[in-house]
């Protein structure tokens, strides 16, 4: 599924997300949909969320 696209995130389900300050290396961190914080329907470099852990970055993957 992709993560650009807001109708495909919904809380509890399992991503990987890009963290800001790990955005020139593409580190990617996994984790449980808490918040979803972009409020368009679309973001070219993925939508914004917190995951349980407290991390916020924007998804790369929809598990």
Request: charged share 35%; no cysteine; aromatic share 0%.
């Amino acid at each position: 599924m992709n993560g650009t696209i807001r109708d495909n995130v919904k809380k509890g389900i399992k991503v990987k997300v890009v963290q800001k300050q790990d955005q020139k290396t593409g580190k990617l961190t996994e984790g449980i949909v808490k918040d979803i914080l972009t409020n368009s329907r679309k973001h070219h470099h993925g939508i914004k969320v917190r995951l349980e852990s407290g991390i916020v970055g924007r998804i790369k993957e929809i598990l």
